[in-house]
T-cell receptor
């Protein structure tokens, strides 16, 4: 058990809808990362937060947004969903934002857009 | 930009065989290098890491050496077990003010009894 909790585990929704994915980092970890894993794109970095502030942005679409709350949990909001957004979304956390600080991953949320 | 290239899978081996999964990288500066493993239905777990040239990361019988001259970080294990069946990801951390990881495409390892 990595200590990172993601909810829900599975989500099935229709095109055009909006969903929110939730992540609770490991106790004591200040940095949260979101990744998208799909068969054709592999693991893609979306966004990173550190202690409530956005630190880095990757291949995140404008339809997607995220935030990290004062209690350090994070939410990823996906709107105007398209079939191509179907993927496994992982949250990870680390103690610091330094480059050799290992990431601890949750078990992911599997999103299916129909 | 920074990138990671892994050998294509799947890799199918018999139990107790020797494993090598190749990984090369392109990066500016001196990234940290990682191997993560993903078992079915689970998230990624850190397997080992190396933070500077010539460092050897090791864990659970797996090893990888940070080779700056060949920009490689190949994963090896002397004798694989059925329980090692999983997807293995090579990754680099691009440093700077973030800890963003850039992953390779992953290599599926299937070990047969």
């Amino acid at each position: 058990d990595s200590g990172v909790t993601q909810t829900p585990k599975h989500l099935i929704t229709a095109t055009g809808q909006r969903v929110t994915l939730r992540c609770s980092p490991r106790s004591g970890d200040l940095s949260v990362y979101w990744y998208q894993q799909s068969l054709d794109q592999g693991l893609q970095f979306l966004i990173q937060y550190y202690n409530g502030e956005e630190r880095a942005k990757g291949n995140i679409l404008e339809r997607f947004s995220a935030q990290q709350f004062p209690d350090l949990h994070s939410e990823l909001n996906l709107s105007s969903l398209e079939l191509g957004d179907s993927a496994l979304y992982f949250c990870a956390s680390s103690v610091t934002r330094e480059s050799n600080s290992p990431l601890h991953f949750g078990n992911g949320t599997r999103l299916t857009v129909t | 930009g920074n990138s990671v290239t892994q050998m294509e899978g799947p890799v199918t081996l018999s139990e107790e065989a020797f494993l090598t999964i190749n990984c090369t990288y392109t990066a500016t500066g001196y990234p940290s290098l990682f191997w993560y493993v993903q078992y079915p239905g689970e998230g990624l777990q850190l397997l080992l890491k190396a933070t500077k040239a010539d460092d050897k990361g090791s864990n659970k019988g797996f090893e990888a050496t940070y080779r700056k001259e060949t920009t490689s970080f190949h994963l090896e294990k002397g004798s694989v077990q059925v329980s090692d069946s999983a997807v293995y990801f090579c990754a680099l951390s691009d440093g700077g003010a973030t800890n963003k990881l850039i992953f390779g495409t992953g290599t599926l390892l299937a070990v047969q009894p």
